[in-house]
């Protein structure tokens, strides 16, 4: 096997000043700002049937910073903008390769307020770093050392709309290894009830973060509802009470799940997941909530890039594949299943825990899957496409 060197961006909280405060939210609107104007140029360039790619948008920046209307964007970090412009190559890239929606513009209130750096527009010394434009260091909260001699080769500095300030250091980790290899493999069903449900018996509860702070944030929404609309500093600071309850939520739910997928990707050498399509699923109002809470999709994400890390497999059977309704010791096919059953009983005479029994089923099929190379990635590249049990086997790097 190759071995692949690993990139891992590690985030970190800081705590600017009042001056470096400014600066960033000046590079953030600037980032904005050019991004928007690239997009439109390029849309009205498409309107004609022409192509406009990322050297041309670099020219039109040149000149947009001569004029007197854009002269502004001479007074943040030239690298930051230049990025943007990356960023929305890549936008088109995946559009045009049919696995992304058109580019959107670019919002002041809601999109993500971030500016991405590279080598040349930081410099990062005895563990400090300073941003182009910056006289002084960030004050950085060092919640887990770098790797040993780490070098970031791109830093990405962002405000979330709790008003929390970020940095992420994308650098090279090389205690990112492949595990030994091992002959467990698990088969995962995913629920309400429960979050997970394993083919070896074992059950995860379902930590219904959102309910937890249900009414604290109902009660932080009720406060917003009541503030004029507009750009008031009321309205600014009860937005800002809602995005902490938020955030709350969204932090408790992505450590929950981090610490779960590292478990299944360490203990098991294959795991085998149903391949669901969560954006139709919260198409049903009265699991919508609850589906969104749950984060499916976030748990397969980080099972996917983890098992990639550390040389496991994962498989993604196909959606339509009765897990629940086979019986997985006679294979009896059930001709109904309603969700209120919980447990059932084949003709075999085998009571079956309905979860339990889906999650064999799963693992069986899949591990039949893997023999022809069927996985996660080609099911994702390929939207509405083959199922995952017939797809041809990936080619493996020597």
Known sequence: M????VKRAFKYRFYPTDTQAAELSRTFGCVRKVYNLALAARTEAWT???RVNYNQTSAMLTAWKKTEELVYLNDVSSVPLQQALRHLQVAFTNFFGKRAKYPRFKSRKKSRKSAEYTTSAFRFRDGKLTLAKMAEPLDIVWSRPLPEGAAPSTVTVSKDAAGRWYVSMLCEDPSVKPLPATDAAIGIDVGLDHLLTLSNGEKVSNPRHERRDRARLAKAQRQLARKAKGDGANRAKA???AAKVYARITDRRRDHLHKLTTRLVRENQTIVIEDLTVRNM????????AISDAAW?????????KAQWYGREVIAIDRWFPSSKLCSTCGTLQDKMPLNVRTWTCDCGTTHDRDVNAAKNILAVGLTASVCGAGVRPQRRTP?????MKQKPLRREP
């Open 239 to 241: 937005r800002r009470k």
């Open 282 to 289: 919260v198409k049903n109002g009265s699991l919508a909530r």
């Open 297 to 305: 999709s976030d748990f397969r994400s980080m099972l996917e890039y």
């Open 48 to 50: 004609r049937q022409e």
């Open 384 to 388: 509405g496409g083959q199922s995952a």
């Open 2 to 5: 190759k071995t692949t060197r």
